[in-house]
């Protein structure tokens, strides 16, 4: 009796169930094995990008607050230059070597002498050279992003185009078949479902991933802007000529200048005076002292 106990257990216990994402790798195949493969090498290099850029960046901070403190504490502009000092992976330094550069190939006239000032324009063109060297390093900053982007746009959509061509493909073989029994449609649907499960995985780190580093990357261009105004500002205070002059040397040019002399202008001649008379009032002698005829003489005679 008990044997047959036994035997009736055994025949009505459920067969051996697989694990979820063992299942449905298993039920894979066509366009949808296909997306996510493509979806596994998104993932790959949106790991890798995240990765590189992270430690990237980790290290142009470090480098960067070394050379701050150095900087701050050199004497004058051009101190470090000098010295021959390098600094790769550091973008602070970059920018300050471009401007070294920029104001030692200004201050150099075309036989190699070299001068204390730079005039205006030459000013104007060092701090354009320094504005270029920040673009520049921002865009080595923020090389590869792009594949982030792409993983976090477009991984889903393809997830979900795979969710689609696996549903359509069990639905029209359940209608080719005339069986739409659960045991035929659900392994097809999950298995369509898993791309956009794939799909999902790979957008979510990457979107993750791509916000911190699209914030740290602001962050330090913000840096690398304000130490460009500061490099320019002690450039143009040490080495910008204040007084406009013909020459870059001002004593030089002032002592170069003609000098320019005022000639008196010559008197008048004895012919060109103008004598001014006065009349005299009290001398008999002067017809103009005759008081006028109020009245006309016709006047006079009728009175």
Not at 178 to 197: D, K, M, W, Y
Request: proline share 6%; hydrophobic share 45%.
């Amino acid at each position: 009796m008990n044997t047959l106990h036994l035997l009736a257990a055994a025949g009505s216990a459920p067969a051996e169930t697989k694990p979820t994402f063992q299942y449905v790798w298993d039920q894979l195949e066509g366009p949808g094995l296909a997306i996510i493969v493509v979806l596994v090498l998104f993932s790959t290099c949106a790991w890798a990008v995240m990765a590189t850029k992270a430690w990237q960046l980790r290290r142009a901070r470090k480098y960067n607050r070394y050379f701050d403190s150095e900087f701050r504490g050199q004497k004058h502009v051009l101190a470090m230059f000098e010295r021959r000092i390098a600094a790769e992976g550091c973008p602070l330094f970059n920018v300050y070597q471009e401007g070294c550069m920029a104001l030692e190939e200004r201050l150099r006239d075309k036989e190699g002498n070299r001068h204390r000032y730079v005039s205006l324009k030459s000013m104007e063109h060092i701090k354009g050279l320094i504005e270029s060297a920040v673009a520049r390093e921002s865009v080595a900053l923020e090389s590869g992003l792009i594949l982030l982007a792409i993983a976090v746009s477009g991984a889903p959509f393809m997830g979900l185009l795979g969710t689609v061509w696996g549903v359509m493909e069990v639905f029209s073989r359940a209608a080719q078949v005339g069986n739409a029994s659960l045991t035929t449609v659900a392994p097809g649907v999950a298995a369509a479902l898993a791309t956009t499960v794939a799909g999902l995985l790979v957008a979510i780190p990457s979107m993750f991933g791509y916000n911190w580093l699209v914030h740290n990357l602001r962050v330090a261009t913000v840096e690398m802007d304000n130490f460009a105004q500061e490099l320019s500002s002690k450039i143009e205070a040490e080495y910008l000529q204040e007084v406009p002059v013909n020459a870059r040397e001002p004593l030089k040019s002032m002592a170069a200048e003609p000098e320019i002399k005022v000639t008196p202008a010559p008197p008048l001649a004895a012919a060109d005076e103008t004598k001014v008379e006065f009349d005299d009032p009290d001398d008999p002698d002067d017809p103009d002292d005759a008081q006028p005829d109020l009245l006309p003489p016709e006047t006079e005679g009728q009175s």
